[in-house]
């Protein structure tokens, strides 16, 4: 079965305020058609729908300290108690110890090593490429996870041909903030929709919405329920797809940060694990789901299934 991996940066369960959460206050029809009539808040976790599942599930590993971005999604692409093993959070980018994780031992590299398909989906511009050359900027986890698999990362070329997607999903980023006046646009029903034309080419894909962080971060209230609002309407394009019987879908973050936006720090708050798709497929995946650590070895078991 091919599995689609969407990964929301810094999304955690909330209360359903929508005074300091833009879950509970951004109109997303499409997820809440998903969920039943429930918002993607703490109390609506667990929930299993005809359609999909959700848990709440801990990022905090029983480490002290507020979960991090660099060790996190390490977790993600590992399964390993890296938090435990190392005795700290880390983040925002991986530093040495959490680098070794990173190399060999995650989903891309388990794909790569047993012949399966995989691709991170999102685009990068030429100054991305440029900063990493010339030493200014640092790969985070999930893009040092694909260049240590020996698979690309897509580029500007990609997107204009229509094999991967901006990290914003519809294209205005790349017009608005990169200066690329000619860069494609698509609704963010149509970035659905290509999300699962593009996921349908691989055994294992993911794509990385990190802007969610970053509202967070600054505590943009705004800004963060428009972000949501497109992360529905991709939502809807995906659903508009219906290849459940042979794709699962799979939404989840490394820690809480956007869903309560009184702070600007990361929170202590459980993260959702979102499924849709076929009942009995996401039934499999989730069974004894209950932190971090169990989310790879549930792709790679669904991957790896002939």
């Given amino acids: 079965m091919k599995l689609l991996f969407i990964f929301l940066d810094g999304i955690g369960l909330g209360d359903n305020d929508p005074q300091v959460n833009p879950l509970a206050r951004a109109e997303m029809p499409n997820l809440m058609r998903l969920l039943e009539g429930r918002r993607l808040t703490a109390t609506n976790a667990p929930f299993r729908g005809e359609h999909a599942t959700l848990l709440a599930i801990d990022p905090a590993l029983g480490v002290d300290g507020l979960p991090q971005s660099a060790t996190g999604q390490a977790v993600l692409l590992t399964g390993r108690n890296i938090p435990r093993e190392l005795g700290y959070h880390y983040g925002p980018k991986p530093n040495p110890e959490v680098a070794a994780y990173l190399n060999g031992e995650t989903l891309f590299s388990q794909c790569v090593r047993h012949g399966r398909k995989a691709a991170l989906l999102n685009a990068y511009p030429p100054r991305y490429f440029h900063g990493i050359d010339s030493g200014k900027r640092l790969y985070s986890s999930i893009p040092l996870a694909v260049t240590n698999a020996d698979l690309r990362l897509f580029t500007e070329k990609d997107f204009y041909e229509g094999r991967a997607l901006s990290a914003d999903f519809t294209g205005e980023g790349w017009r608005t903030m990169l200066g690329f006046p000619d860069a494609p646009l698509m609704t963010p029903q149509e970035a659905g929709r290509r999300l699962v034309s593009l996921a349908m080419e691989y055994d ?49 973050s490394d820690h809480g940060n956007m869903e309560d936006l009184s702070t600007r720090k990361h929170t202590g708050a459980p993260v959702p694990a979102l499924v849709i798709g076929n009942k009995t497929a996401r039934e499999e995946f989730t069974r004894g789901m209950t932190d971090l650590t169990h989310i790879a070895p549930a792709i790679w078991k669904m991957v790896s299934q002939d």
């Fill in 204 to 252: 294992f894909s993911m794509f990385e919405y990190w802007a969610s962080d970053y509202a967070g971060h600054k505590q943009q209230m705004d800004t963060a329920v428009g972000l949501m609002e497109v992360f529905d309407g991709v939502m809807g394009g995906i659903v508009e797809s219906g290849r459940w019987d042979e794709m699962l879908v799979v939404v989840t």
